[in-house]
Nanobody, 119 residues
Framework: QVQLVESGGGLVQAGGSLRLSCAAS????????MGWFRQAPGKEREFVAAIYWSSGNTDYADSLKGRFTISRDNTKNTVYLQMNSLKPEDTAVYYC????????????WGQGTQVTVSS
């Protein structure tokens, strides 16, 4: 089992920045990747970014490259999402997710944190 707790969401004006955090606990020794997803009202959940826990290699949704940066602190079992130049269309609930070694899908999810970007 892995428990994920997100923090850092809030209200920001367009053009501003926010940093989300996600702290993992439990079977963190089995972490393979951690990712961020988001779901806007009336839309399906979409992939934002992911980071391979051991190597630090990253992957991003094409539309978000250059504005969003994912990083991790292995010592704190925490993954971050730095979001810059925010746009109203970035408004969504942002979810942290974890995939354990040997699994093909993200099996653990946080409760989500609301990000609202005002125009």
């Amino acid at each position: 089992q892995v428990q994920l707790v997100e923090s850092g969401g809030g209200l920001v004006q367009a053009g501003g920045s926010l940093r989300l955090s996600c702290a993992a606990s439990g079977r963190t020794f089995s972490l393979w990747t951690m990712g961020w997803f988001r779901q806007a009202p009336g839309k399906e959940r979409e992939f934002v970014a992911a980071i391979y826990w051991s190597s630090g290699n990253t992957d991003y949704a094409d539309s978000l490259k250059g504005r969003f940066t994912i990083s991790r602190d292995n010592t704190k079992n925490t993954v971050y999402l730095q979001m810059n130049s925010l746009k109203p269309e970035d408004t969504a609930v942002y979810y942290c997710a974890a995939r354990l070694a040997g699994n093909s899908a993200y099996g653990y999810w946080g409760q989500g944190t609301q990000v609202t970007v005002s125009s």
